[in-house]
C-alpha cells in the first residue's frame, strides 16, 4: 500500500497561481501511475490530471492548456502545478496513486488539500 500527503492547496484570487504537492511513501515502486482529483461542493469527484512513471501526462479539457502535472522520482512526489486559476477550481484536491500487483489495480489516496479560488 501507499501513504499519500498532499499540501499547497491555499486562497488566492482568480488567475493567480499554486502548485500542490504530493508526497508518496510505503510500497513506492509499484506505483505506475499517479494523479489528481478534485471535489467542489455538491459534485463529485472528478479526474483532473495523471502522469505515468514514464511521464505521459493526460488532463481534463477544463484545465489543459494551464495546469502541468510532473514528478520527481528522486522525491517520491508528484506536483499539480496551477496557472490561470477560476473560481470554478475551487475545490478539494485529492492525490492518487495507482499500482498493478498480480494483474490486479489498486489505487491509495490522500486526504485532500483545499484550494479555492476567489472572483
Known amino acids: 500500500q501507499v501513504h499519500l500527503v498532499e499540501s499547497g492547496g491555499g486562497l488566492v484570487q482568480a488567475g493567480g497561481s499554486l502548485r500542490l504537492s504530493c508526497a508518496a511513501s510505503?510500497?513506492?515502486?509499484?506505483?505506475?501511475?499517479m494523479g489528481w482529483y478534485r471535489q467542489a461542493p455538491g459534485k463529485q469527484r472528478e479526474f483532473v490530471a495523471t502522469i505515468t512513471r514514464g511521464n505521459s501526462a493526460n488532463y481534463v479539457g477544463s484545465v489543459r492548456g494551464r495546469f502541468t502535472i510532473s514528478r520527481d522520482n528522486a522525491k517520491n512526489t508528484v506536483y499539480l502545478q496551477m496557472n490561470s486559476l477560476k473560481p470554478e477550481d475551487t475545490a478539494v484536491y485529492y492525490c492518487n496513486a495507482g499500482r498493478v500487483v498480480s494483474g490486479n489495480y489498486y489505487t491509495d489516496w490522500g486526504q485532500g488539500t483545499q484550494v479555492t479560488v476567489s472572483s
Open positions: 510505503g510500497n513506492i515502486f509499484s506505483i505506475s501511475a
